[in-house]
Structures are given as structure tokens and as C-alpha cells.
């Protein structure tokens, strides 16, 4: 993490996350394809059909996916899409849960999981495709 703190502005989005055909619409009887969002840009359509699934995945990583809530937010269209919590910023709901998991394995498993803050990565390391971890600068020092 660059920061000092965890969680970075993800923790601070307070309107909610925009997922077109997810979960949690398909739930509540909601088809969005997202297809006003889209743009003449391939980029904007790939995250607009993808962003879904990985919405998914994270709240499901996150086990918060039961705090979340659909809703009609203005700017992002006309269909219940924004997912939001009836308390709490969502950004610093699921950024909090992941932290949570995070740290859990940091402390069960220190030799798979070292979590640094205010450091920029440098490099990132791989076997194959598969990165294995990180060079970093903290400090002023290199590791």
C-alpha cells in the first residue's frame, strides 16, 4: 500500500459500486446490461461487461455480499444498479472485509503474506504467469 493507512479511496467511495447484471440485480428480478454505460471505447466495454463478475467475486471474497443493497443512484442510468449498504460507505464496507481477511492470513501465515504500507512497488515477481511477489521502496530503502 502506498498509503500509511489500508484501503486507499476504494475505502472512501460513498456513492456505491456500478455493477450492470450482477448477483445481486439478477436477485431482485433486475436485467441490466449495462449497455447505456458503454462507450465507443473497447476499454469501457469490456469493464461494463466484466465488471460484474468481478464485483461477484470480490463481495463474495469479502463476505459482505449480505450487507449490500441495490439501488437507483442519478448518473448511472435509469435501472437499479449501484450497490450500496444501508449504513455504511460501501467502499469501506468491502475495503474493511478484505482487510480483515487479509491480516487474518498475514498473522496465520507470515512466511505467504507480508502486508507493507507506505511503500511504491518497484517490480512485480513471477514464475511464469503467476506473480510470486513484489520488490518494493519503503523508507528510502529498496526490498
Known amino acids: 500500500e502506498k498509503s500509511h493507512n489500508l484501503g486507499g479511496n476504494s475505502s472512501k467511495a460513498t456513492t456505491g459500486i456500478a455493477a450492470p447484471g450482477c448477483e445481486l440485480q439478477k436477485a431482485q428480478g433486475i436485467t441490466d446490461t449495462g449497455a447505456d ?7 469501457a466495454k469490456e469493464m461494463v461487461q466484466q465488471g460484474a463478475k468481478d464485483v461477484d467475486w470480490l463481495l463474495n471474497l469479502a463476505g459482505c455480499k449480505d450487507e449490500m443493497v441495490v439501488r437507483l443512484t442519478p448518473g448511472h442510468g435509469k435501472v437499479a444498479r449501484t450497490l450500496g ?3 455504511h460507505f460501501p467502499g469501506a464496507v468491502v475495503t474493511y472485509a478484505v482487510m480483515h481477511q487479509l491480516e487474518t492470513i498475514a498473522k496465520a ?6 502486508i507493507v504500507t507506505s511503500a511504491t512497488v518497484t517490480k512485480l515477481l513471477t514464475e511464469g504467469t503467476k506473480v510470486v511477489g513484489a520488490e518494493y521502496q519503503a523508507g528510502g530503502t529498496q526490498k
Not at 37 to 43: G, K, Q
Not at 109 to 114: D, G, I, N, R, V
Open 37 to 43: 454505460l458503454t462507450s465507443a471505447e473497447p476499454i
Open 85 to 87: 449498504t444501508k449504513d
Open 109 to 114: 501465515k507470515p512466511e505467504k503474506l507480508k
